[in-house]
């Protein structure tokens, strides 16, 4: 686990900077426009819920692409970069990165580019391809259907409204969806979604296929020690049953 | 022993190079028919006009005005949406599946997404930078009264605080209080008083 999974709860942080904005530069829109494109695009989606003939959509992107991707890079960097660099800083470095170990383009081709744009802040991207309508309408057509994980559920749920469970500790791996200050500690189940969630891919720590989610509640007496404490005070998480076990 | 860590170092030119390097991307991959030079810009168009705070705020307001829309809402937003005369979609990206929770005299939500920046952006749109703040994620979900008590909201020590983490795929946001003084205001003035901020829990709704 490292210090980005286990952020609730830390000690000795400033006052909470109160900015706002979406955007704090204008360049950070056009990364979050790229990230979403990906998603709208990516390869999976033909076998989303919603009918998306993706095979048919004239883009040359054909890679796998959701926010678990995204956020596996922010979990794969080194714990104080993580914090060194602003949101919209890390997802350009990561998604970048990508496309560069995919193959779509190359470093320097990008490095190239950059310089360019760099040198003549001014100069302009290319004008659009043929296909540039079917590309758009699926973006579209993506934030308009979206993508749900919800699956009809394979199995009993384990546990029940009003059951004690206890949070597992399972090695994050490359991505997980367990955060650092749960782990170990009880909680109660105060609701059990309807049906089971996917994540589109397996982790390594367990979720993927199909599973039951539960809204637990968690007293802050038993997740942290005693000072800051609210006593009046509930802590609610939604947790893949994975990641849960009878205590 | 030093550490091996070179330390919290930033170019100069951090913004420039940042601007040069996401055009550079950007341009690459409409040149290798990826996206288009249209895409970037219908999908942030879309954020102004079909998925946003407006959507969130007028579900707010009908559910002040009207206690059974107001109870559907609690129990299932995605099908209160549906009631709404909104642009198709509201079940769409990031939308799938909303819950909302109600703040009262005596109970008062906060949303957090400890691990990243999960939002519901049918009906909020896109996440503010302080929700994204590693700082606000810290601290919020331990010490909740001080944390708000910097945005400017005092809760007396009577008043429960829930905070609502997002761990898997359900997307939260707050029904904040209606405020006093609003009795003759049209849904559409309102929907008007409302902020994201308001709709997160980090903000009461001022008149």
Known sequence: MKLQHILGGLEGLDPVNFETEVFVEPWEQRIFGIHTAMMALSNHLSESLPDYKIEEVPTQFDSFWTWGHLRMGAEGMHPFEYFQLRYYEKWLGGISGFFVDEGYITQSELDERTALFLEDAAAEPPAPSEAATAIDTQVVKYLTEGDSPKRPSPATPKFAVGDQVRIKNIPSGEHTRLPGHIRGKMAEVVKVYEGAFTYFFPTSDGIGTPMPVYSLAFKPADIWDESLIDPKSVYYNDIFEVYIEAP | ?207
């Open chain 2, 1 to 207: 022993m030093p550490s091996n860590y070179p330390g919290f170092g930033y170019p100069e030119d951090r913004e420039t190079l940042s601007a040069a390097k996401v055009k550079a991307l950007e341009s690459l991959l409409i040149e290798k028919g990826i996206i288009t030079s249209n895409t970037v810009d219908t999908i942030l168009g879309h954020f102004e006009t079909k998925m946003g705070p407006f959507n969130g705020a007028k579900l707010v307001a009908r559910a002040w005005v009207d206690p059974e829309f107001k109870e559907l809402l609690l129990a299932d937003c995605n099908a209160a949406c549906q009631q709404m005369d909104f642009p198709e979609g509201m079940s769409g990206a990031e939308g799938e599946h909303m819950r909302i929770a109600e703040n009262t005299p005596k109970v008062h939500n906060v949303i957090v997404c400890t691990l990243c920046s999960c939002y519901p952006w049918p009906t909020l749109g896109l996440p503010p930078y302080w929700f994204k703040d590693p700082t606000f994620r810290a601290r919020v979900t331990r010490e909740p009264r001080v944390v708000l008590s910097e945005f400017g909201v005092e809760l007396d020590d009577s008043v429960e605080i829930r905070i609502w983490d997002t761990s898997a795929q359900i997307r939260w946001w707050v029904l904040p209080m209606r405020p006093a003084g609003t009795d003759g205001m049209s849904e559409a003035e309102l929907a008007n008083l409302l902020t994201p901020e308001a709709m997160m829990g980090v903000a009461t709704v001022k008149v």
